[in-house]
């Protein structure tokens, strides 16, 4: 069983940037960042291959959003700058198997919320 703690959420103004920091209990996989938002499916937002070769990022924020990782401080982060409104929404960081746009993951924490102002 992994853990997954997120950090770094907040609110910002449209234009602002945060970076969100995820830290895991353990050992894990691939790693990916997915948001909710009221009355929505969970959307995928980007994932990243355990050895950081290999980087996905959602069209929607593509450009504007980075993700990386530290294998030895077993945390990913996800850069956010430029946000828009329509960023808002609570951000959770998952773990597991999956690769690419369509993302499976076998643990998940319980989010940090992003408020984006206009």
């Known amino acids: 069983q992994v853990q997954l703690v997120e950090s770094g959420g907040g609110l910002v103004q449209a234009g602002g940037s945060l970076r969100l920091s995820c830290v895991a209990s353990?050992?894990?996989?691939?790693m990916g960042w997915f948001r909710q938002v009221p009355g929505k499916e969970d959307e995928f937002v980007a994932a990243?291959?355990?050895?950081?070769?290999?980087?996905w990022v959602a069209a929607p924020v593509r450009g504007r959003f980075t993700i990386s990782r530290d294998n030895a401080r077993r945390t990913v982060y996800l850069q956010m700058d430029s946000l828009k409104p329509e960023d808002t929404g609570v951000y959770y960081c998952?773990?597991?198997?999956?690769?690419?746009?369509?993302?499976?993951?076998?643990?998940r924490g319980q989010g940090t919320q992003v408020t984006v102002s206009s």
């Open positions: 353990g050992r894990t996989d691939n």
């Open positions: 990243i291959t355990r050895n950081s070769q290999n980087t």
């Open positions: 998952a773990a597991g198997p999956g690769l690419g746009y369509s993302f499976r993951y076998d643990y």
